[in-house]
């Protein structure tokens, strides 16, 4: 079974500041990993994925993760904050044929000026 | 536009009255499927449908029902809502019907009250 554990439910960070999401995983099997985001009143947007090709992943917005196979984490960074990165933010994973996703409790990120 | 269209966006109802929360996608997407977010507890599946006629239970499926007759549309069906069913819905959508590889597509959400 997987498991998705994010760590700090809020997180805030200065405008300019780097922004550090985390994310561990549990997996028995080799995993394919997501970051969304949230937006207020609004569904979830996809960020980045990471689907066993390059373990450096880069998405919108400037956001990338690092998939780290000996530390089961997917944290999600971006060097410079901005206001408008102000959301939830949600881990999931799932695997090759389970048709179940599961995700994390989220972190709202809130970006102080 | 690409998009997963949810109906309606907030409903407030009275326990035990059946409700429907409508589900369309026009991505032809094989893969859809329902989750609930509740504060903390981030987002948990409910159904999942790989393909027209094909559904199967998430992980809190209890109080829910679900169809997948036509490819486009994946209704989820409260038949006696109860007060712990309040939450915010999201449908969402795939391309794929071997894996999920794909990311999801989501609609924006229903907002649910049951008093």
């Known amino acids: 079974a997987q498991s998705v554990t994010q760590l700090g439910s809020h997180v805030s960070v200065s405008e300019g500041a780097l922004v550090l999401l985390r994310c561990n995983y549990s997996s028995s099997v080799p995993p394919y990993l997501f970051w969304y985001v949230q937006y207020p009143n609004q569904g979830l947007q996809l960020l980045l994925k990471?689907?066993?090709?390059?373990?450096l992943v880069k998405g919108i917005n400037g956001f990338e993760a690092e998939f780290k196979k000996s530390e089961t984490s997917f944290h999600l960074t971006k060097p410079s904050a901005h206001m408008s990165d102000a959301a939830e933010y949600f881990c999931?994973?799932?695997?090759?044929?389970?048709?179940?996703?599961?995700f994390g409790t989220g972190t709202r990120l809130k970006v102080l000026a | 536009e690409a998009q997963v269209t949810q109906n309606p966006r907030y409903l407030i109802t009275v326990t035990g009255k059946k409700l429907t929360v409508t589900c369309s996608q026009n991505m032809n997407h094989e893969y859809m499927s329902w989750y609930r977010q509740d504060p903390g507890l981030g987002l948990r599946q409910i159904y999942y449908?790989?393909?027209?006629?094909?559904?199967d239970k998430g992980d809190v499926p209890e109080g829910y029902k679900v169809s997948r007759k036509e490819k486009r549309n994946f209704p989820l069906i409260l038949e006696s809502p109860s007060p712990n069913q309040t939450s915010l819905y999201f449908c969402?959508?795939?391309?794929?019907?071997?894996?999920?590889?794909?990311?999801?597509?989501f609609g924006n959400g229903t907002r649910l009250t049951v008093t």
């Open positions: 449908s790989m393909n027209v006629e094909v559904t």
């Open positions: 969402a959508s795939s391309f794929g019907s071997t894996g999920t590889m794909a990311p999801l597509h």
């Open positions: 990471y689907t066993s090709a390059a373990t």
């Open positions: 999931a994973v799932t695997t090759s044929g389970t048709y179940k996703y599961i």
